[in-house]
Nanobody
């Protein structure tokens, strides 16, 4: 069974840090890109960051550049999202998803697998 499982969410004060993990199992993801998304209550899902599992190339949305870092550990089949200098507007459920498409999310890009999400809450 192919699974993506997120973990690492929680409650943190503004300015704090969290590290999210996306653990992959059930197949080889070397040909995939892993994207992180987030969705706040009442808002549309928003792309956050992406990494190519094979090359390690990364891409970020402007609002998180310089604060978030995406990385992967091939030996652990895990992608990380290090989030620093967190702001209340970062509060959302964070999801990871696997795609054979590119790093830059396109409107009609398909995702083969999704995780269940992990809640991040940043208090002011």
């Amino acid at each position: 069974q192919v699974q993506l499982v997120e973990s690492g969410g929680g409650l943190v004060q503004a300015g704090g840090s969290l590290r999210l993990s996306c653990s992959a199992s059930g197949r080889t993801f070397s040909s995939y890109r892993i994207h992180w998304f987030r969705q706040a209550p009442g808002k549309e899902r928003e792309f956050v960051a992406a990494i190519s599992w094979g090359t390690g190339n990364t891409y970020y949305t402007d609002s998180v550049k310089g604060r978030f870092t995406i990385s992967r550990d091939n030996t652990k089949s895990t992608v990380f999202l290090q989030m620093n200098s967190l702001k209340p507007e970062d509060t959302a459920v964070y999801y990871c998803a696997a795609t054979r498409g590119g790093l830059i999310p396109l409107g009609q890009q398909t995702y083969d697998y999704w995780g269940q999400g992990t809640q991040v809450t940043v208090s002011s």
